[in-house]
């Protein structure tokens, strides 16, 4: 047996066998039925010499060979990772029913959502496919890794609380049996809006969401805000807005790679490409006045390896 890469494949002429791969491919290689009978044996150097071989000689060489494959097998084998063959966990799946485009923070995170959301009856393959394995240029790393309660809606207002419940306890969430702890280093220091007397309501009322929302964030006058922080000029200051609890910062890295890590722990696929395309399915349906409505849902996903 043997295995070959891409734009052409030989066997050795032992094997009695020799083909092309197509490229990209991969092809195991094998004979079934004994050895054919070899006579000779040439091998090429950068002088050329001939060298015959008996039949004899050519067996026991054989036989040292595959005895020394079988050793170095058995040494390995259990408790490594070593293979004889090349490792294909770089290539996606034939069929995955999810394809996350992008294997960032938000990436990650979805993928491990989707599997902690999963049941037994309902199981699916989720995929990531990213296209930057180095993440020199992403956003998840590139970021100041911060997290508030200080906004205008109450629905950002939640998720950035359950945030930073997530990362004080994230253990509880990423954490992987026999494996080290998560530590993204969570360093919770407040959040500081300053106004003036323009924008003093507009603070005002959004301080007032946020406390609804269960946010600990107070509001400072010029002479509290001076206090607290004396290095700061507050002339033209009308009032200020500082979160008490659960804002702060921590390592994105960090965050990316337990992210990552429990979520191929849970079954997660992912592959090194980029995805440049989609193949849709067209369904035409009609409206209950009787207008035609096309609908189109992604059946193929087409991805370009790096």
Known sequence: ??????????????MGVSRLCRPGSWLLLARRGPVPKVTTWTHRSFRTSITLLKQDDFTKILS???????KKVKDALPGSDWTPFKSMDHLPPEHADI??????VIGWSVAYWLKKMQTKKKAYNVLVVERDT??????????????????????????????AHFLRNINEYLGILNEDPVDVQFNPSGYLFLSSEKGAEILEENYRVQREQ?????????EQLKKKFPWINTQDVAL?????????????WLLLSALRRKALSMGVL?????????NYVTQEMVTSDGDPVNFRRIHEVIVSFK
């Not at 269960?214 to 006058?221: D, E, P, Y």
């Open 1 to 14: 047996m043997c295995w070959r890469d891409a734009g052409g494949c030989q066997c050795r002429a032992a």
């Open 64 to 70: 040292n060979e595959l005895e020394k494959v079988h």
């Open 99 to 104: 394809v996350i485009v992008g294997g960032g």
């Open 134 to 163: 180095t993440y020199s240029h992403a956003s998840t790393v590139l970021s100041a890794g911060g997290i508030r309660q200080q906004f205008s809606r109450p629905e950002n207002i939640q998720m950035s609380l359950f945030g």
């Open 214 to 222: 269960g946010a600990k964030v107070a509001l400072l006058s010029p």
């Open 240 to 252: 200020a807005s500082y979160g008490l609890e659960n804002e702060g910062w921590f390592d994105p």
């Open 270 to 278: 992912h592959c090194h490409g980029e995805v440049t395309g989609f």
